[in-house]
């Protein structure tokens, strides 16, 4: 049995853990699962109750009820992302890795059932996060499902907007979202796919290989170069997003 009181969270003791978990449960809102991601992935930081939390969240995980399942394995993903933190927990990956095989195993499958793009890319975050993938398993979802990643400049290192899907693929040192037609813009280079390699590669065909088509298509312009209005400076977009992130950690 967990000792919850001898567990720490974002805002003290970890003893409210369990009735949330028992709320949960019950009443599957999203306002209960705001307030777990809150105390136990907030802003990405992690505690000792968050992977206190993972035999729970893998047992949710295997929930006929999607959306509980999917609230489950993204909560999950976002925690392992941060296990190298420091968090007082361990070896959290050894302790915990029947959660993490059994949460693997769910995020496949329902990354092969997923209709909706946002669902996609959170979970396709997640795995990551489970199989250890620094770095993508935090920046992933969130740049594909805004459309936009914000990194800065290898040359002259003006903040830039690495702009993709429905507004088109380019980059930008203005905020294009408030800027009229005259907006300053490069446009992006996706990478070709006898090119794409690594990560960028398994991304992609893992997206094709689940008709994401839109999500391979956005991957091959993360994967790609840009080049700065500001300076003229060609750059690797994944290079600087990648870059962004250990400045920022």
Not at 155 to 180: K, P, Q
Not at 199 to 227: C, E, K, P, W
Request: hydrophobic share 40%; proline share 3%; charged share 20%.
């Amino acid at each position: 049995m967990t000792d919850w009181q001898k567990l720490s969270h974002a805002y003290g003791s970890a003893e409210d853990i369990p009735a949330l978990l028992a709320r949960i449960a019950s009443e599957p809102e999203s306002k209960h699962w705001n307030g777990l991601w809150s105390a136990l992935c907030h802003q990405g930081s992690v505690y000792s109750a968050s992977f206190a939390a993972l035999p729970w969240l893998a047992g949710m995980a295997e929930s006929k009820d999607r959306g509980q399942a999917v609230n489950a394995l993204n909560l999950a993903g976002a925690i392992m992302a941060g296990a190298e933190q420091p968090h007082g927990a361990g070896d959290v990956r050894t302790q915990h890795s029947a959660e993490i095989t059994t949460l693997l195993a769910s995020v496949n499958r329902h990354l092969r059932t997923a209709t909706d793009r946002t669902e996609y890319t959170n979970l396709l975050e997640s795995m990551l996060g489970f199989e250890g993938v620094v770095g993508w398993s935090e920046d992933l979802a969130w740049g594909l499902g805004n459309e936009e990643y914000e990194v800065s400049c290898t040359g002259c290192e003006t903040n830039l907007f690495i702009v993709l899907g429905e507004r088109g693929f380019f980059c930008s040192s203005e905020d294009y979202a408030l800027s009229d037609d005259n907006l300053d813009t490069r446009p992006l280079r996706p990478t070709s796919l006898a090119d794409l390699e690594g990560i960028g590669r398994r991304l992609h065909d893992i997206a094709l290989t689940d008709s994401q088509h839109d999500v391979a298509h956005m991957l091959t312009y993360v994967f790609g170069n840009a080049t700065c209005p500001d300076c003229d400076t060609d750059f690797s977009v994944a290079d600087r997003v990648s870059a962004d992130r250990a400045i920022t950690q």
